[in-house]
Nanobody, 128 residues
Framework: QVQLVESGGGLVQAGGSLRLSCAASGLTFSSYAMGWFRQAPGNERDFVAVISWGGGNSEYADSVKGRFTISRENAKNTVYLQMNSLKPEDTAVYYC?????????????????????WGQGTQVTVSS
């Protein structure tokens, strides 16, 4: 079965950096787009970033553009989220997801309902 396991969250001061990782198994990782979303208490799961199956296309939420970078290593079945210049409003549980609906497509989905598998999430807390 498909499994996604996030790691790398933690507590960091404002202005600091963290790198999240998401290791995938149970699927042909290199064929599918991967996304990062986040959810703060009382909020919906919001789009953060997405990267296409080959890594040639990536998109970001306006709130993180220029600060976060999504990347992937298909040989390691892993997707990353490098987060720089962190702000207190970045505090949330971060989830990686995979969408198997669009195999080897240039389409990079930004809506959570387009993803069919999720990791357990990793907490990111940014103190002011």
């Amino acid at each position: 079965q498909v499994q996604l396991v996030e790691s790398g969250g933690g507590l960091v001061q404002a202005g600091g950096s963290l790198r999240l990782s998401c290791a995938a198994s149970g699927l042909t990782f290199s064929s599918y787009a991967m996304g990062w979303f986040r959810q703060a208490p009382g909020n919906e799961r919001d789009f953060v970033a997405v990267i296409s199956w080959g890594g040639g296309n990536s998109e970001y939420a306006d709130s993180v553009k220029g600060r976060f970078t999504i990347s992937r290593e298909n040989a390691k079945n892993t997707v990353y989220l490098q987060m720089n210049s962190l702000k207190p409003e970045d505090t949330a549980v971060y989830y990686c997801g995979v969408t198997t609906f669009y195999k080897r497509s240039s389409y990079a989905p930004r809506r959570s309902y387009e993803y069919d598998y999720w990791g357990q999430g990793t907490q990111v807390t940014v103190s002011s």
